[in-house]
């Protein structure tokens, strides 16, 4: 099973490098929010292009930080048994979760946001706004970033909870 500790590794690899990627988006959602203030406030002038790119930073940051949320551990979880459970078992609490709800519900989301992002790519979408940004295409693919770095943890917990199950050795 060396071969399947490899692969865990490398995935966990890509979606933490994602994660220390994403870790700016937080501080850049502050400084652009900050400056957003300041020009209207200030200096009485507004800025459409940077009020909507807070959209941007904040799906950046939200979306794209999916796959590194579930590495850590650190999503919701509604625990009424979970906590009591062996380590064994909520292996096999998380193997069954993931292969009957998370890997049916990407499955769909990859199923219904290709053609809609595709769709937007193949139009230049932009803005509504007269003055706002021409890259709604770009905004929308964040639900593609949130579907690959899903998939991509989702598939080393795969891995991951099934060589602990399957192996034959203690979890």
Not at 88 to 96: A, K, Y
Not at 144 to 164: P, V, Y
């Amino acid at each position: 099973m060396v071969g399947t500790e490899k692969v865990v590794a490398g995935l966990d690899r890509v979606t933490a490098g994602t994660g220390a990627i994403l870790a700016v988006t937080p501080l850049a959602l502050v400084i652009v929010q900050f400056s957003v203030v300041l020009m209207v406030y200030v200096f009485g002038r507004g800025s459409v292009q940077l009020q909507e790119s807070l959209q941007y930073i904040n799906a950046l940051m939200f979306l794209g930080g999916a796959g590194y949320t579930a590495l850590k551990d650190d999503h919701v979880r509604v625990d009424l048994i979970y906590s009591r459970l062996s380590p064994r078992r909520r292996t096999w609490v998380n193997f069954v979760g993931t292969c009957l709800l998370l890997v049916p519900f990407l499955a769909m989301f990859w199923w219904a946001s290709l053609p809609y992002v595709l769709a937007s790519w193949s139009i230049g979408e932009g803005s509504v706004e007269a003055s706002g940004l021409p890259f709604v295409y770009i905004l929308k693919s964040t639900l593609l970033l949130f579907a690959l770095t899903l998939s991509i943890n989702t598939l080393a917990d795969l891995l991951r909870f099934g060589q602990r199950l399957f192996s034959g050795t203690p979890s």
